[in-house]
């Protein structure tokens, strides 16, 4: 066995959180050779919950689960105290006549501390995800209160867009979803992004040759991606949970092993001002890596129809960020 890793969960005891840390803790995500030790944070009215957790994960008997730090989101250095991930899940959820602009202001301010803790006191090698929402412009604002992190450690998470493109795909084409690769998610994860379907392959071909169907792939498809978290709400009485939760460990999976070769994966990073976008925005792209470094894929043409959308969602993410200029040093 390696020596342990330490991994913080932000909003532990949330529906997202309780689908998330028992795989966390089972060894699937860093292996069956890497223990792991779990920081669990929460707000301090949750904290007796976590509780529960701790005894269910206990009673799971995992071999490489080490040991659960609970912590109150008071103190979130004590929280993230030599992490190498920080998951950061704990945020407000949007409510019902609640605008975006105004889940902006509620959420932001507490990924100023978030990105403040992480910086002084979590392990040197820490990576970030955000997934509470809005989650690119809360890591933008974790990102910008973290600056002696190096920005590619930031990650917010597009991937349950891309995982739920991925599946739209293969049954619109009547093939298993291992056959569809490099969907990319471009932008914002909302109702603005976008979902690539231009340069998404079907067992190896353009999915555009697959399914020939252009205006479904413009219409229904980008409607059906977009408003999935909607419709599982009216189906299922409760947001999506266990897919984002899903998403979320496929993303951690996606940065620490290798990329395989003509696939790429989804997550909004940092720009560097590829295809254009503003650089420092947090920006959804199509990513390639080796399990240690990523990059952002180059070199994709865009036609009209894509540069369109691009530029819809680049604009939504521009206003979100001045909405909270103030709290970006
Ligand atoms: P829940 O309300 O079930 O859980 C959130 C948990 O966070 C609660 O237990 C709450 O006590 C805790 N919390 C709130 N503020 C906190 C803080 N400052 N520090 C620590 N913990 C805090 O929501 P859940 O369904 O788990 O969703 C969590 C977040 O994920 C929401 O912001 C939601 O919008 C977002 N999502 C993001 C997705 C994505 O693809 N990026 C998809 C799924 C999900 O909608």
Redesign the pocket.
Known sequence: MKAPIRVAV??A?????YAMIFRIASGEVFGADQPVILHL???PQ?LAALDGVEMELDDCAFPTLAGVVKQS?DDLEAGFADCNWVLC??????KAGMERGDLVRI?GP?FTSTGKAIQAAAAKDVRVLV???P?NTNCLITMANAPDIPRDRFF???R??QNRAATQLAQKAGVPVADVSNVAIWGN?SATQYPDFYHAKINGKAATDVITDEAWLQGTFIETVQKR?AAVISARGA???AS?AN?ALDTVKSVIRPTASGDCFSAAVCSDGSYGIDEGLIFGYPLTGDGNSWKIETGWEHNDFAKGKIEATLQELRDERDAVKDLLP
Do not use: F, K, Y
């Open positions: 932000t909003g005891a949330g529906q997202i959180g944070i929460e707000l949750a989101s899940v704990g945020s407000v959820p949007r959420n507490i997934v509470g929402n989650c917010a998470m597009t349950l867009d994860h978290g947001s999506s949970a984002a998403a």
